[in-house]
Structures are given as C-alpha cells and as structure tokens.
C-alpha cells in the first residue's frame, strides 16, 4: 500500500487560506469516508484535528476544515495563525490496509 | 485525562529484539483498539500494527509482518509492541495510539509521546 500524495509545502501569510490536497486511489481515499488529518509540530507528537472526512474533534477551531472529491481530499486552514506553522499528514482506511498515511506537507506561516 | 506513555526504547544492533510497553490511564481500557504507529528521523508517519479492545484480533503493515506481535494486558492496562529481527530501516520514534470511537472508526485521538529505537551497529 503505497502512501498518499501531498504537496511537500505549502504557505500563506497570517489571516490568509491554505489547502493541502491528499490524494490516494479508489482503494482508500475515493472508496472510503474514513479520512482524517493530523497536526504535528516540531517534537511532538501528531494531533487529531480532522475525521470522518470534514468532522472536527471538540477543542479544534473551525478555521480547519476538510472535504473530499473522488481520491483527493483538502484540509483547508483559514485565516492562518503563527500556530498553525506545522506538519500535516492525512490518513485514510484503505482495502489492504487499516491504515494509510499521507506523505506529509509543512505549513509555513510567513 | 487521558495518558499515554511509551517507554523500552533504545540502541539495538540489527538482529536483535525490543519490547515496547504503553502504559495507558484516562480511559476504560479494554474498549478501545489501539495501534503503534512509527516515524522515521525527518520522515513522515508509518502505521504499525493494530490490536482489538479484547486482544482477539490484530493486524500489521506488511513491513514487519512476521517480526512485530502486537498484544495488550488489559489488567495492566498496558499495550505491547514486540520486535524481533530488528533492521536498520526500523530505526524511529514508536508512538502508541488510542482510536477515538470504541466502535467504528479509523481515526486516533490521542497519541503518546513516543519513544526513540535505534538500528545500528
């Protein structure tokens, strides 16, 4: 099972968007609504803040937000903050495989 | 609150064997899957393994199919991730992680703070 395809950066000057794209095949990102994303800063550990495709875990601002289209899911950040500088990493459910991760995007705020 | 920490990891010569423990707390243990979850120095994140509330059924990425067995002591309220026939590629920080539904569900909620194994001669 091969990783899903992300941008390796992506960026966006404060109060602007950013959408990282996540693509897989019809095996995973296409044939499933099992599609989260996570937040990971610099040593530490990841955080959930996207599942179910476009639900957010309580506690994450809803300037995050995500979508799918065929087997290409967004997380789209909005009105960018200096705390959203991060790596981010989808993962879906994929028929070979419970688990699939995305090959990651670093987020700079400039 | 919820807790999760990993601890057994350290400098292995290839060939060799680790065991890594997750001592978790915060949550009624023994009704959640759990899952290890590895990520290279400067690379993106790997899943491992997985294992059941009960412990009946487990499942592992085909890179260490074979060499990891994944178990829980759910009177320990402990998750356990052997390796064997440990190789340089193995090298990474091991995180264990919680699902966040008991029931369904492919997502994880919360994770530990991982910790460190080193494949080298």
């Known amino acids: 099972q091969s990783a899903l395809t992300q941008p390796p950066s992506a960026s966006g000057s404060p109060g602007q968007s950013v959408t990282i794209s996540c693509t897989g095949t019809?095996?995973?990102?296409?044939?499933?609504?099992?599609v989260s994303w996570y937040q990971q800063h610099p040593g530490k550990a990841p955080k959930l803040i996207i599942y179910d495709v476009n639900k957010r875990p309580s506690g994450v601002p809803d300037r995050f937000s995500g979508s799918k289209s065929g087997n290409t899911a967004s997380l789209t950040v909005s009105w960018l903050q200096a705390e959203d500088e991060a790596d981010y990493y989808c993962s879906s459910y994929g028929v070979s495989t419970p688990y699939v991760f995305g090959t990651g995007t670093k987020v700079t705020v400039l | 609150e919820v807790q999760l920490l990993e601890s057994g990891g350290g400098l292995v010569q290839p060939g060799g064997s680790l065991r890594l423990p997750c001592a978790a707390s915060?949550?009624?243990?023994?009704?959640?899957?759990m899952s290890w979850v590895r990520q290279a120095p400067g690379k993106g994140l790997e899943w491992v393994s997985s294992?059941?509330?009960?412990?009946?059924?487990?499942y592992y990425a085909d890179s260490v199919k074979g060499r990891f067995t994944i178990s829980r002591d759910n009177s320990k309220n402990t998750l356990y991730l052997q390796m064997n026939s440990l190789r340089v590629e193995d090298t990474a920080i091991y995180y264990c992680?919680?699902?966040?539904?008991?029931?369904?569900?492919?997502?994880?909620?919360?994770w530990g703070q991982g910790t460190l194994v080193t494949v080298s001669t």
């Open positions: 915060g949550f009624t243990f023994s009704r959640y899957p």
């Open positions: 019809s095996s995973d990102v296409g044939g499933s609504n099992y």
């Open positions: 992680a919680k699902r966040r539904s008991s029931d369904s569900g492919k997502e994880f909620d919360y």
């Open positions: 294992i059941s509330g009960s412990g009946d059924a487990s």
